[in-house]
């Protein structure tokens, strides 16, 4: 059986759509036909080599979607043919298969334990996460990266309480998702940074009480301004700056304000903050995958932010098809997505 997949196979090169031959199973394994994947700023930062040299390349990629599984390996209990599933790059229960490689025209492919940039993919059976058949596929990709970390952050995290103040930079895909879960807990006011006017409107209509361009004022005079001087109760950094991420540690209180930083800064590059916010009782730490439990959590997000698809429906911006997957790429760099989609199409809904 073969597979289309868009492949790294050179840093800051495009990627390659190539023809693969998928391998039979190993233990643990399942074999997902993908239905919709996500792009997130981790492909971004794998593509330009931000953590350094990379050994696995040439390699798939992509760490959210959903699909239905056509045929599982030995072992595998958690799923079977027909189900459909979130994939997940956080680890959940399951067996825990090793990678994979994939044979194309005078390559091999490297591949981990979960890639979704191909039509049919090889999932360890540990990254995988059944959902009942009546939640829609598209919103459910999301369930993968974008709303366990950014929901997970707001509710694991910071657990948030009605009536507490929180300050979003960032409203991508993590961004948002943190928004939905700041507004289902009745979190006031729920602010919201960024540089790009149409996904501060996205903000808006998924629950932030206000909006600020950050090109258009100093945001921690705005945010006081909003807030007082006391400073808001958290911060979410969302999006992989350094003076963003020290803005987000200034502009939490003293005495108990949290800020959770859940962007990614190229290896070696460090953030600057004054010890004195320390001893003063700011609080910063950083968030692996918004302490989701992806097992517990994503039925609990599902129940939650999928009850009604049209409600997340403003989270995705973009969609395309495999063949267009450089275009998605380059938008996401500019900073011009909210969440970007891949649908593969084959896939009966
Ligand atoms: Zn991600």
Request: overall charge neutral; proline content about 5%.
């Amino acid at each position: 059986m073969k597979t289309l997949a868009a492949i790294l196979v050179q840093l800051n090169a495009p990627l390659e759509i190539v023809e693969l031959e998928i391998p039979s199973l190993k233990r643990g394994q399942v074999l997902v036909q993908i239905a919709y994947s996500g792009l997130c700023h981790t492909q971004l930062n794998e593509w330009k080599g931000s953590k350094g040299p990379d050994p696995f390349l040439p390699h798939t990629l992509g760490h959210e979607g959903s699909g239905i599984v056509l045929e599982v390996g030995e072992g595998v209990t958690k799923v079977k043919p027909g189900d459909h599933v979130v994939l997940s790059w956080l680890k959940g229960t399951g067996l825990d298969a090793p990678s994979t490689t994939y044979q194309g025209p005078n390559i091999t492919v490297n591949s981990g334990a979960i890639s979704t940039f191909l039509e049919k993919a090889v999932i360890s059976e540990n990254r995988l996460i059944p959902i009942p058949s009546e939640i829609p596929l598209k919103e459910a990709a999301l369930l993968g990266c974008a709303i366990p970390t950014g929901a997970g952050v707001v509710m694991n995290n910071m657990q948030i309480k009605e009536g507490q103040s929180v300050v979003i930079f960032g409203v991508g895909g993590i961004g948002l998702s943190a928004i939905l879960a700041a507004k289902h807990a009745k979190a006031n006011p729920i602010i919201a940074i960024d540089i790009r006017s149409e996904k501060l409107e996205k903000a808006e209509l998924l629950g932030a009480t206000h909006i600020v361009n950050s090109l258009d004022c100093n945001p921690l005079t705005k945010i006081s301004e909003i807030l007082g001087n006391n400073g808001s109760d958290f911060a979410l950094e969302s999006v992989g700056r350094k003076e963003v991420m020290e803005m987000a540690f200034q502009c939490v209180r003293p005495f108990g304000g949290l800020c959770v930083l859940a962007g990614n800064l190229p290896k070696g590059e460090k953030i600057q903050i004054d010890p004195f916010d320390l001893i003063k009782g700011k609080k910063i730490i950083g968030t692996w995958g918004g302490g989701a439990n992806i097992d517990r959590d994503v039925p609990l997000f599902a129940n939650i932010f999928l009850k009604d698809a049209n409600f997340l429906k403003p989270m995705i911006s973009h969609e395309v098809k495999l063949s267009e997957i450089n275009e998605l790429m380059s938008a996401l760099n500019n900073g011009q997505i909210a969440r970007g989609l891949i649908g593969f199409g084959g896939v009966c809904i």
